[in-house]
């Protein structure tokens, strides 16, 4: 999809102030799959587990910014393999009640009974893709079971024939020619959302999973000055007033596109 002088105005404005309202939150870099569309499959990941101090101390700065944006429970990892997650989810609920609880899972090992505690601990939405057939249609099957109140709150997308997928600054290798889309339109990442890796190190963006440039620290910052801090001010202002972007920004084809919370909320409320 090309990109419009009308588009690039409306996303201009629309961004020009930073407002915090996704947080992503890699509790495990583990995963149960190695895909090639991600970027786990060309580097040596090692399956960690954050520390759960960082995961408090995460908590406990959102808590005094009043947090009410999504929080991610996921990065580069599966969050399922993390049997915390529903302890972790309830922590959040009482210290950013609202919040709204999100996470996003390839689906391997998900069954009825941790769907059921998950969403008894908090989680507000769970957005399931299934990379093959086979996962899609035991996918499908649970969604049916549940109840109806529990069924709208999972996003089931079926990605099992989805070729479309971005080169995530150019390390994965795709089927189609992809194109840098930047500089031109504004990223609206650095403006609205924030990635924490297991480490606690924040990164620049999704595409970032291997912490580049890294923003900030968790562990001696907090969360609300590195959200305000001069690394995200800089990448901001190379997106608005034309100035030097991150490397990685100039061999990312990821689209400028993003959906506010408010609207994510709305279609699960
Ligand atoms: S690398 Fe891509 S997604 Fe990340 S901030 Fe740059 S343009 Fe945005």
Known sequence: MGWRATDFLSHMVGFMNAVLDCVFIETTTACTRRCRFCTHYYHDVIPYFMHQDIFFKIINDLRDMKFSGRLSFYMNGEPLLDRRLESWL???????????????????????????????????VMKVNSYTSKSAEKIKALVRDL????????????????????????????KTESKPLYPGPVCPRPFRQLYIKVTGEV??????????????????????SIWRGESF??????????????SLCYQCDLEPTYQEVDEVRALYS
């Not at 001010?233 to 991150?246: H, I, M, T």
């Open 90 to 124: 309830s922590i959040a609920n009482s210290c950013c009640p609202d919040a709204l609880n999100f996470i996003n899972t390839n689906g391997d090992l998900l069954t009825t009974d941790r769907a059921l505690s998950l969403f008894e601990a908090g989680l507000d």
């Open 147 to 174: 109840p109806d109140h529990l069924r709208r709150k999972i996003n089931h997308n079926d990605a099992s024939r989805y070729d479309g997928w971005s080169s995530r600054g150019g390390v994965v290798e795709l």
């Open 203 to 224: 990164a620049l963006c999704c595409t970032d999973d291997q912490c580049r440039h890294t923003m900030g620290d968790v562990r001696s910052n907090d969360v609300e």
């Open 233 to 246: 001010e800089s990448v901001r202002n190379g997106f608005v007033k034309d100035s030097e972007l991150p």
